[in-house]
């Protein structure tokens, strides 16, 4: 059965850029540990807020790819470092908030969330848009499998686009729907503690290691 619009990308190379994306999506980073935090503090419905909220961050890296201005940030070094800084601070500021009494993942106060589905959201989509490796990620990645002698790049970048998204919701949905269960655990106040102190370890310690990067 022939597709009504021919597909933009060859499929053996569309394949190798799924695959290739695959296993950089599957390697932790902010976007994880902030679905995994939310998902365990807030519940089912918080979680995917959240992982909707990366989703939107691809997008926008999209629109920015189409438009050059990904191309203009990372050729500018005070944008892009800029960038990574605005980046790194965003990103320790939500791991700090794991040492804070009740910090991001407190359970069942009152029987309230302690983060909204909106406040997830935009913190997720800020999350994404301000990491500078998702940025190298379209300039590094994405060209590879880009044929710039056609006159259809835009729609090229939009199915790679589709891609990345479509396996990142794979991943990272199931995050929020096991959160029910997990959230179960952390009733236990050592296990409470050494989540929302881990969790906050490693964020702190990717916002360091993003300032070190970008300042040495």
């Known amino acids: 059965m022939a597709f009504p619009i021919d597909f933009p990308i060859d499929w053996a190379t569309y394949g190798a850029f799924l695959l290739t994306a695959s296993a950089i999506v599957l390697t932790p980073g902010p976007d994880t540990l902030i679905i995994l935090r939310y998902s365990l503090s807030s519940g089912r419905n918080v979680g995917l807020a959240t992982v ?27 944008l892009f470092k800029g960038v990574a800084l605005a980046g790194a601070a965003y990103i320790g500021w939500i791991g ?24 997830a959201l935009i913190d997720a989509i800020f999350c994404n848009l301000l990491n500078p490796k998702v ?7 994405f060209p590879n499998f880009v044929d710039n002698t ?4 835009t729609l090229q970048l939009i199915a790679l686009s589709l891609g990345l998204i479509t396996i990142n919701i794979i991943w990272q949905a199931p995050m929020a729907f096991a959160a029910e269960a ?30 070190y990067e970008n300042l040495m």
């Open 96 to 119: 700090i908030q794991g040492f804070r009494k009740h910090g991001l993942l407190h359970v069942g106060a009152q029987g309230k969330p302690p983060v909204s589905a909106k406040k």
């Open 52 to 78: 909707a909220g990366v989703q939107f961050g691809l997008v926008g890296h999209t629109l920015l790819a189409i438009f050059g201005i990904s191309v203009i940030i990372a050729s500018t070094p005070i």
């Open 182 to 211: 997990v959230r179960r655990w952390l009733k236990n106040e050592t296990i409470y503690k050494w989540i929302t102190h881990s969790t906050g370890v490693l964020m702190i310690t990717i916002a360091v290691l993003m300032v």
């Open 135 to 141: 940025i190298l990620l379209f300039l590094a990645l």
């Open 150 to 153: 056609r006159d259809d790049v």
